[in-house]
Structure formats: C-alpha cells, structure tokens
T-cell receptor
Framework: SQQGEEDPQALSIQEGENATMNCSYK?????LQWYRQNSGRGLVHLILIRSNEREKHSGRLRVTLDTSKKSSSLLITASRAADTASYFCATDNYGQNFVFGPGTRLSVLP | NAGVTQTPKFQVLKTGQSMTLQCAQDMNHEYMSWYRQDPGMGLRLIHY???????DQGEVPNGYNVSRSTTEDFPLRLLSAAPSQTSVYFCASTTTWGVTDTQYFGPGTRLTVL
C-alpha cells in the first residue's frame, strides 16, 4: 500500500504561474521528501522536511508540512517550462525504507 | 564521481529467462535499494541493503533476488522473467539510513518481458 498520495494527479499551468501540489500520508513519519522526475530519467531529490519542521524553502521551492493533518504541499513559484516533470513525495515511516506516492504530472506551457 | 550507475539501459527478455540488472555507486554509501516503476504508479521498493552482506525485502520482492558482497555493487536478479515484471527499474543509494535520507537515483533500466 502506498503511504503517500499526491494531489492532483496532473496539473497544467502557464509559464510564470505558481504550481501547488499536495501529498497526504497515513502513518507517523520521521521526514518527508519531494523528488522530481523528468520524462525517462531517474528521480532527483528536491527537498527534505523533518517532522519537527513546518516550512522549508529552497530557491523557488516552498514545502510545508502539517503533521496533524498528515499532509505536505510543494509550491513552485514563477514556473518555467523546464519545471515540466513528475513530482513525487516520499515518506520514511520510521522504517528502513521509503514509500513513494504515484506522483503529480506537471506541465508548464510556454 | 559517477554517482549511481545502472546497466543495461534497455533489455528485452522472453518469459522464463533470467538476467541480472547491475547497479553500482562510487559514493561509499551504505544504503542501497531497488525500485520498480509501473505506468501511473510511484516507485515500489523491491529489496534494500543497509550494508555489505545485509539485505532485506521491500514491498514487492517476489521473483527477485539480491546480494551485497561489496559496498559499491547491488545487483538485482530476475530468476524467471514474467510479463508482469515489465517495468522500469531504478537503483538508489544514500549514505546511512537515518542520517541524511536523501536518495540518489540511477538513470533506470527499462525491461520488457515478452
């Protein structure tokens, strides 16, 4: 069973707009991570947020974590065509492995 | 550093054939793992290893074997390929579980089983 579920499954926006995607999970976690996957490529780590953190920034990325609601959001500001990719959240569920959600496919139109 | 490398990039097998997917990392990472990714789904963990000589099963281990004789290498063996194993396979590594937890992924192996 998948721990994380991203929402929406697909998102299409214009270049320059902001993109927000959400992740919900089921059990307590130690940390939550967001990854990007360009078509036909491996995953690239974007940002990690620990369970005792509420918000984290990295460049144009902003991640929030609400452990009471078991949810996280990833905001990409001022999107670019190069941001077109699938985005996955992954949780560690305190075990020695990660659980990935099915991902959000983001299309940024020029 | 080359990071995480995987070979081959593409492979076509017939049902019942066996093969080994290779994975190597040059970052001295202790933790390595194998995932499969099917269309419309996230990555599912097949097997993982927390160090040389130590392996464990993930979510979908049936039909796959692994071993970890060195820190650098973590091969995945398909014992008797089945069409249900058609997928893209990713190998990943991280320094030590619980320290950074950032996984570095290889480029993937696209496997088709006829």
């Amino acid at each position: 069973s998948q721990q994380g579920e991203e929402d929406p499954q697909a998102l299409s926006i214009q270049e320059g707009e902001n993109a927000t995607m959400n992740c919900s999970y089921k059990t307590s976690i130690n940390n939550l991570q967001w990854y990007r996957q360009n078509s036909g490529r491996g995953l690239v780590h974007l940002i990690l947020i620990r369970s005792n953190e509420r918000e984290k920034h990295s460049g144009r990325l902003r991640v929030t974590l609400d452990t009471s609601k078991k949810s996280s959001s990833l905001l990409i500001t001022a999107s670019r065509a190069a941001d077109t990719a699938s985005y996955f959240c992954a949780t560690d569920n305190y075990g020695q492995n990660f659980v990935f959600g099915p991902g959000t496919r983001l299309s940024v139109l020029p | 550093n080359a990071g995480v490398t995987q070979t081959p990039k593409f492979q076509v097998l017939k049902t019942g054939q066996s093969m080994t997917l290779q994975c190597a990392q040059d970052m001295n990472h202790e933790y390595m793992s194998w995932y499969r990714q099917d269309p419309g789904m996230g990555l599912r963990l097949i097997h993982y290893s927390v160090g040389a000589g130590i392996t464990d099963q993930g979510e979908v281990p049936n039909g796959y074997n692994v071993s970890r004789s060195t820190t650098e290498d973590f091969p995945l063996r398909l014992l008797s390929a089945a069409p249900s194993q058609t997928s893209v396979y990713f190998c990943a590594s991280t320094t030590t579980w619980g320290v950074t937890d950032t996984q570095y992924f290889g480029p993937g192996t696209r496997l088709t089983v006829l």
